[in-house]
């Protein structure tokens, strides 16, 4: 295919709208610090005069924080283009998983177009697809290979935890995010710096993690390469000790989708935007649904998201746990949620109008019950589990070889209630797989494989007294979780539990 050359005046053009644009719509205060940070950024640069040699990437997930840092990288790949008649080529990287609705690549779409980077032949916009990179192109259909792995990791996660939301949803969502850095730095000749909004106190921190979780799980596993690829094996080292221990260690093809890249360039190093930017989304609220177009959603918005739909999946499933296992109401469970991320929101600094949306959507029964049955069609849409399968998850019934198997099957599948053994032999693989029935049965309640069901039988339990050991040490020191008060029954005591979320 021809490569059809950019005309200079119209991509001039194109410049100078986004640039009066961006003028217009950010303050004074940050002009001016984009102009000191794009000085820096000059500096650091391998090619400081031939700026046009270097390549500069932003990870970019579509919420109102990366729209922000987007939007600022823009103003100083045109001030610079503006001092010195050139400047550096921009690669945009957005990771896409199961849980992105479309509302998200509509903001993402909208803000590229407002920044005038589809027709700017110095920035190039790359949607990661687990190890598939692709130009960006909004009506891009999901890849059905990666729904199927996140859907697999929800469940096998979720009935280890009890569909607790942190390590359900996010554990391997995060591993995926440093994989989508690694796939897209290394893209093509590769990046020479990474943007990031990060202090360096901050990335310090991150790194000293990595280093730690890497040798809780696996402290005879060495790390290969130098700079950032060092640390993107050290990660790669976590994601395949948890992963194992997830899908068992005889899932060798599962393990190896989930690798994290590392393969980049080393001359790779990180940029950090934070000394010459404070953000706060309420302080940019113009410019976010003003000039870049970006709208908050309602699935797409959930509490401390504004690039994901999964945590109003995780306020339904402890709507679920509360109705189904502790015998309560759907409408208290989903209270406790409501309320604890509302507190995240606000540790978070969201601005007061966004958590006072927040709040209003579940506000009263029939909001509720609208949010019920939103979650109920997300969870079908984006992931094929049914509300049987949702249940099933809440009460992690297969794993500690079947610890809390007999209560859930006398509360939810009475009719399988006396078959407690037989289906403990069957998970066991001390019975004949001929028992299609049955294992037929327990594939569709729970919307596992019967391979993965003995997987979980043979599986920890998270407060079985045994130890969740790659799950619950990525949740070391994780804020995103809290001890709630609650009632195990519905004449129960008041008790503490912690959930996690976002």
């Not at 502790?326 to 949620?337: I, P």
Request: hydrophobic letters at 40%; charged letters at 25%.
């Amino acid at each position: 295919m021809a490569v059809i050359e950019a005309d200079p005046a119209e991509v001039a053009q194109l410049r100078e709208h986004a640039l009066r644009g961006l003028q217009t719509a950010l303050p004074a205060a940050n002009l001016a610090a984009a102009a000191r940070c794009s000085a820096r950024l000059r500096a650091a640069l391998p090619h400081q005069d031939q700026l046009e040699r270097n390549l500069v990437m932003v990870a970019y997930g579509g919420g109102k924080d990366s729209s922000y840092t987007l939007a600022f990288v823009r103003t100083m790949q045109l001030l610079l283009l503006q001092a010195h008649g050139s400047t550096f080529r921009m690669r945009v990287a957005t990771n896409r998983h199961a849980g992105m609705p479309r509302a998200v690549m509509e903001n993402i779409d909208r803000g590229y177009r407002a920044l005038g980077l589809p027709g700017d032949p110095d920035c190039e916009l790359l949607l990661i697809d687990g190890a598939e990179v692709s130009i960006f192109d909004v009506d891009s259909p999901q890849r059905e290979s990666v729904v199927t792995r996140n859907r697999l990791d929800i469940l096998m996660t979720g009935h280890r935890t009890f569909a607790d939301g942190r390590p359900t949803f996010c554990n391997a969502c995060n591993l995926s995010v440093v994989n989508a850095f690694g796939v897209a730095a290394s893209y093509g000749d590769g990046a020479d710096l990474i943007i990031t909004g990060d202090s360096q106190q901050e990335q310090r921190q991150y790194t000293l993690w990595v280093g730690r979780l890497a040798r809780r799980l696996n402290p005879d596993r060495a790390a290969t390469g130098t700079g950032l690829g060092r640390l993107l094996s050290t990660v790669d080292g976590i994601a395949q000790e948890y992963f194992a221990d997830i899908h068992g260690p005889q899932a060798v093809d599962a393990i190896a989708e989930r690798r994290v890249s590392s393969d980049v360039p080393e001359r790779l190093r990180f940029f950090s935007i934070y000394d010459d930017t404070e953000y706060a989304s309420g302080d940019h609220m113009e410019l976010l649904t003003g000039f870049l177009g970006f709208q908050f959603h309602d699935i797409a918005f959930s509490f401390t998201e504004s690039d994901c739909g999964n945590p109003a999946l995780m306020a339904h499933l402890r709507g679920l746990k509360c109705e189904r296992v502790y015998q309560r109401s759907y409408a208290e469970g989903m209270q406790e949620y409501v309320d604890f991320a509302l507190g995240l929101m606000r540790s978070k600094d969201f601005p007061p109008q966004l958590v006072e949306l927040m709040r209003t959507r579940y506000a009263g029964p029939d909001a509720t019950n609208q949010m019920r049955r939103s979650a109920e069609d997300y969870a079908h849409e984006t992931f094929a589990l049914t509300e049987e399968q949702l249940v099933c998850m809440v009460y992690s019934p297969f794993a500690e070889k079947g610890a809390g198997l007999s209560r859930f099957l006398n509360q939810e599948h009475p009719g399988l209630a006396d078959q407690v053994d037989a289906i403990s032999a069957l998970l066991a693989g001390e019975s004949s797989d001929d028992e299609q029935p049955l294992a037929g049965e327990l594939c569709r309640i729970s919307g596992l494989s019967l391979s993965q069901l003995r997987v979980l039988y043979r599986s920890s339990l998270r407060g079985s007294g045994s130890a969740t050991d790659a799950i619950d040490a990525v949740l070391v020191g994780d804020p995103h979780k809290a001890l709630i008060t609650t009632r195990f029954s519905k004449q129960g005591p008041a008790a503490l539990e912690q959930i996690s979320g976002r």
